[in-house]
């Protein structure tokens, strides 16, 4: 186990700090069997470095990420640490819209991209703001290179020394995550060096996690999950191993993935363990089980629960919650037997010190145990705001009579009177599925772009393998409903997740008196009529 108090407290200092330590051990390993030690992710890091401080990228600038999940782009985030500025990944699968949006809205000078997604970016990026400059990490054709572009090979190749970099704080800011927002446009969580240090430093204290352990990289990099993957790894000399969006996604693939490369430490939502216990082959004789397997963004059914301890037995299961605010701020260790009467999800657990967490009313304040609240954060854990958005840090936090901001989480919890929380839902209309936080409303505000839809609501329902999203639709006066077209329209401008499972037509929607969607009255509706 490692000893928090050691540990860089800058994320830029981090693997050059593990270089030293374990030049030879394995950091990074990919799903084709390529693999780099800490010596060779540190010198590549470095190199990227030395170029973005050339272009004159300092401590407070915003780098941006729209690669695949891959060893260049875990040393292009160590690399963007190290000079001192934010890295800012987007989503390479979503489509170039989001992602333009995305980059654009966090004034990114400069961007580390494949060079099959640079085109589709740029057809949207926004013509009243300059381009950053770009390091295309695969060749681009030179119809596509600028003049103040180039290309990952050039820098690995050059020999430039590298600078002394200016002093850094560990306040600053460390990378941006967007999540989705209610009124269509995605909002970017800002997150320091401490705020991260803060969730790692008590995985440090708390897992149990060894030197030279075996980290799977489950979550894409533009998901919170991905934090503890990439720096956990890292603080502990461990192997990351990556794994793909389609390998992800694929429990027939994953379970032997699982089972071949013996990952120590594994983290994902609970939707994909559900998966692997049904289609994983977990039950085979013989397969490698990991010895820490940490779940988080989404209740966790009790029968599939039952079914991943019953398959790993000796596994150390943890329930973690949070949202990307406060990347983990509760935790709860599932036990060794989960009795056959149990039909509730395990509670969300303890807040993880140092942070401080509290139940209020609507009126902001303390409820006694046992009543339900919203739950609020405090501490050293908690985002530093929503870049750009002083309207949104103004709902998102309480500030108490000391002067302390607690961050408003919008989930409904009870506090069974020693301290451990078990979730009761939403405040507001945001869901999680298969780990992603989904705005409803900015599903509704796609919707409402087609120009054939008059009046559109979404609802989410939950059943025993998940949640599902359902939309209703009326459309303007002779145009053809189409559940293909809607699809289609909504592939344009969100991810795969945020897709609705299902698209409903009708003459018209439930409404209220004061003529708003009677959102209750859709979950009752008979939803059988056909869908894809």
Known sequence: MTNPNSQPL??????????????????????AGRSVSYATLDHIADRLATRLARWGIARGDRVGLLLPKSIEAVASIHGILRTGAAYVPAD?????LRAASILADAQIRALIVAAPL?????????????????????????????????????????SAPTPLFPPRHPDDLAYILYTSGSTGTPKGVMLSHTNANCFLNWCDSTLGLQTADRFSAHAPFHFDLSVFDLFASCRHSGTLILIGEALARDPHRLGPFLHDRRIHVWYSAPSILTLLTQCGGLDEPGRHAPRIALFAGEVFPIT???????LWPHTALW?????????????????????????????????????????????????????????????PGVMRGYFGR???????????????????????????????????????????????????????????????VQRAAVIARSDPNGISIDAFITTKPGRKASIIAMKRHCSSYLPHYMIPDRVHFLDQLPTTSTDKIDYQSLKRLNTDSPHP
């Not at 800058?10 to 799903?31: C, F, I, K, Q, Y």
């Not at 599939?304 to 019953?310: F, Q, S």
């Open 10 to 31: 800058h994320l830029g200092d981090l693997l050059s700090s593990t270089a030293r330590r374990s030049p030879n051990l394995t950091a990074v390993e990919d799903e």
């Open 92 to 96: 390479p699968t979503a489509p170039p």
């Open 118 to 158: 640079a085109e589709p970016l740029f057809a949207h990026w926004p013509s009243h703001l300059p381009k950053p400059r770009r390091i295309f990490v695969q060749p681009a054709p030179s119809s596509t290179l600028d003049p103040a572009d180039t290309t990952w090979d050039h820098i690995l190749n050059d």
């Open 304 to 310: 599939h629960l039952r079914r991943l301890r019953a």
């Open 319 to 379: 329930n973690l919650y949070g949202p990307t605010e406060t990347n983990v701020c509760t935790a709860f260790p599932i036990p060794q037997s989960i009795p056959d009467h149990q039909t509730d999800p395990f509670p969300i657990g303890r807040v993880c010190p140092p942070l401080q967490a509290r139940v209020i009313d609507d009126h902001n304040h303390d409820v006694p145990p046992g009543s339900q609240g919203e739950l609020i954060i405090a501490g």
């Open 390 to 452: 002083p309207d949104l840090n103004a709902q998102a936090f309480l500030i108490d009579d000391h002067g302390t901001p607690w961050y408003r989480t919008g989930d409904l919890v009870s506090d069974d009177g020693s301290g451990c929380f078990s979730f009761h839902g939403r405040r507001d209309r945001m869901i999680k599925k298969r780990g992603y936080r989904i705005e409803l409303g900015e599903i509704e505000s796609t919707l409402y772009r087609h120009d054939d």
